[in-house]
């Protein structure tokens, strides 16, 4: 059982960054691939980034490439997504997700376990 905790959303102008954290607890964080999803209200929850066990391999959605960077510290048992030319819209609630993969993950319904999401908000 794998519990996450995101953190560091919040309410930011066009053009600015923010910096996600997911903390993971237990002490088997490097065997969880991770991802990150969003969610806007009256959409369905869309793929953001992933990334392996190890880091070596990431990925991204076409819309966050070259603005968003997904990066982990199997030490601190956390995975970052750091989000920069921050768009309005890219306002949603972003989650972090976990699944016992070799490799990357970027299907929502492969992750066996979600954090409670944290709300980010561009204003134009």
């Known amino acids: 059982q794998v519990q996450l905790v995101e953190s560091g959303g919040g309410l930011v102008q066009a053009g600015g960054s923010l910096r996600l954290s997911c903390t993971a607890s237990?002490?088997?964080?490097?065997?969880?691939?991770m991802g990150w999803f969003r969610q806007a209200p009256g959409k369905e929850r869309e793929f953001v980034a992933a990334?392996?066990?190890?880091?070596?391999?990431?990925d991204y959605a076409d819309s966050v490439k070259e603005r968003f960077s997904i990066s982990r510290d199997n030490s601190k048992n956390t995975v970052y997504l750091q989000m920069n030319s921050l768009k309005p819209e890219d306002t949603a609630v972003y989650y972090c997700?976990?699944?016992?993969?070799?490799?990357?993950?970027?299907?929502?319904?492969?992750?066996?376990?979600w954090g409670q999401g944290t709300q980010v908000t561009v204003s134009s």
């Open positions: 997700a976990a699944d016992r993969t070799v490799g990357l993950v970027t299907a929502a319904l492969v992750y066996d376990y």
């Open positions: 237990g002490r088997t964080f490097n065997n969880y691939a």
């Open positions: 990334i392996s066990r190890y880091g070596g391999n990431t």
